[in-house]
T-cell receptor, first 111, second 110 residues
Framework: DAKTTQPTSMDCAEGRAANLPCNHSTISGNEYVYWYRQIHSQGPQYIIHGLKNNETNEMASLIITEDRKSSTLILPHATLRDTAVYYCIVRTVSGTYKYIFGTGTRLKVLA | NAGVTQTPKFRILKIGQSMTLQCTQDMNHNYMYWYRQDPGMGLKLIYYSVGAGITDKGEVPNGYNVSRSTTEDFPLRLELAAPSQTSVYFC?????????FGPGTRLTVL
């Protein structure tokens, strides 16, 4: 399974864009990149996923580099409620849809 | 829809005791998962299931057992509880991509 590397923590000013990087240099051609977040001690929440094209939904945008070795999650206008741990995950392709979570990035949005 | 529900929310066990963590989903999802999360760490996959009657081991299956007799239920059994099993346990289901997580069970083994 492809591994991911994320910074341990980041700060972002409220109202500004939060850009969370993820490195997945060993990703295979048919593996997807998923992002989840975990607010306080709740269960993780799905944010977005993509294969090779950039993706956008109501929560965030996902930018995947052309070589697919890294990606960036963008929260366009961060609010205090976006303070959470953000996990970048590469999904296995064995048909089991297992996710391997790393330790994630702890994002703190500052007032 | 209630989504994914887990019981109990909290539990304290003595070393050597056994218990079953319950997980139920009402979304008719085929895929279900059990994770554990130790303090300050990410989630570790314990077991998963791709449908009723089919289960498989994840990253950290030792000390746990699962069964999947129905689509809705995926109980996790702890036999001979040990302090190393003190953790927060999350159940999730998916169809198959986006995973929906339950609120978690906080287990302490003393």
């Amino acid at each position: 399974d492809a591994k991911t590397t994320q910074p341990t923590s980041m700060d972002c000013a409220e109202g500004r864009a939060a850009n969370l990087p993820c490195n997945h240099s060993t990703i295979s051609g048919n593996e997807y990149v998923y992002w989840y977040r975990q607010i306080h001690s709740q269960g993780p929440q799905y944010i977005i996923h993509g294969l090779k094209n950039n993706e956008t939904n109501e929560m965030a945008s996902l930018i995947i580099t052309e070589d697919r070795k890294s990606s960036t999650l963008i929260l366009p206008h961060a609010t205090l409620r976006d303070t959470a741990v953000y996990y970048c995950i590469v999904r296995t392709v064995s048909g089991t849809y297992k996710y391997i979570f790393g330790t994630g990035t702890r994002l703190k949005v500052l007032a | 829809n209630a989504g994914v529900t887990q019981t109990p929310k909290f539990r304290i066990l003595k070393i050597g005791q056994s218990m079953t963590l319950q997980c139920t989903q009402d979304m008719n999802h085929n895929y279900m998962y059990w994770y554990r999360q130790d303090p300050g760490m990410g989630l570790k996959l314990i077991y998963y299931s791709v449908g009723a009657g089919i289960t498989d081991k994840g990253e950290v299956p030792n000390g746990y057992n699962v069964s999947r007799s129905t689509t809705e239920d995926f109980p996790l059994r702890l036999e001979l509880a040990a302090p190393s099993q003190t953790s927060v346990y999350f159940c999730a289901s998916s169809y198959p991509d986006e995973q929906f997580f339950g609120p978690g069970t906080r287990l302490t083994v003393l």
